[in-house]
């Protein structure tokens, strides 16, 4: 019942402002009434720390890549500088993606707004480590955004949500029990979208499930899984159809029992189309987003 209420009113809201402004939804809130409307039409598409393999991680130039390509939405990382900025970087230190060295924690915004972003191949370029702020005004009304390591300190990133009215952006995900999210994040739930993470390999997993969908009723569960003989895969996109929406990462195997995106190089039918077509997946997370969305355009899964 409670879900039901949240899905109304926000189509509602959605509606509303839409007839008061003469204006059609913005690209984020038709992705986000995907997302709370259980719609399976299409496939959305997320793309791991932005498109970088063409531009560093994390970095806004990947960020605005990603946009424009047509993903749907970004995965990525938050840190908190010593004097308490909100950044975007996978590593708590700069020495990998970065000019700089050193734990993020221990080092001011000053210092670490003058180093440059290294590539993957870890190339200096001319891009700079971006804050929180400056990438979630940059995607407002473009694309959403799940943001990973930004439960360490939400009370601070909830603040900045509302100040850059960002808050329908953000799809929010953990690893912990029902009761846990609900104890931790409770005066959140009804503003920003929580997505349970499950490792479907462990025999737990399924109670973990029912008693998310007893308890909270979650748009979306992240499953993750490695064993390719498990039968939890079939029987979760069973359980599930209807009710919320399936992500897996295709990142790299372990994630995916083997059906990851550098096989999709060579058999995108054998990896992206079996976790639709026999898996229920309609949240992909990528490394490899211009493959995916071409592979999905082709079979008229996005637009």
Request: glycine letters at 6%; one cysteine or more.
């Amino acid at each position: 019942m409670r879900k039901t209420f949240i899905l109304l009113f926000a189509c509602i809201c959605t509606l509303l402002v839409s007839c008061s402004t003469g204006t059609a939804p913005t690209r984020a809130e038709q992705i986000r009434e995907q997302l709370l409307t259980c719609d399976e039409s299409n496939v959305i598409v997320v793309a791991h720390r932005a498109d970088w393999r063409n531009f560093p991680e994390n970095s806004l130039e990947a960020v605005q890549s990603s946009i424009d390509m047509g993903v749907d939405m970004l995965e990525l990382d938050v840190q908190r500088t010593k004097d308490g900025v909100l950044m975007l970087m996978h590593d708590h230190n700069l020495d990998r993606m970065t000019t700089g060295s050193g734990n993020i924690a221990e080092t001011t915004w000053e210092e670490i707004s003058k180093l440059n972003l290294k590539d993957h191949q870890g190339n200096v370029t001319t891009c700079k480590v971006p804050t929180l702020e400056d990438v979630l005004l940059a995607c407002k009304g473009k694309i959403m955004i799940n943001l990973d390591k930004a439960d360490r300190y939400f009370d601070e990133v909830f603040a900045l949500l509302e100040k850059t009215g960002t808050t329908n952006l953000i799809v929010m995900k953990g690893g912990q029990p029902a009761h846990e999210v609900r104890e931790k994040f409770g005066k959140y739930l009804d503003k920003v979208i929580y997505m349970p993470i499950v490792s479907i390999d462990k025999p737990e997993s399924e109670q973990a499930i029912y008693d998310f969908l007893n308890d909270m009723k979650p748009v979306a569960f992240e499953l993750c899984w490695s064993n390719p003989e498990s039968q939890v895969p079939a029987k979760m996109e069973k359980a599930l159809k209807g009710r919320s929406l399936i992500w897996y990462n295709t990142l790299w195997a372990s994630l995916c029992a083997g059906h990851h995106d550098d096989k999709a190089v060579e058999d995108v039918d054998g990896t992206y189309g079996y976790m639709i077509d026999t898996l229920g997946a309609r949240i992909l997370q990528t490394d490899r987003p211009q493959l995916m969305l071409d592979y999905l355009r082709s079979r008229n899964l996005h637009e």
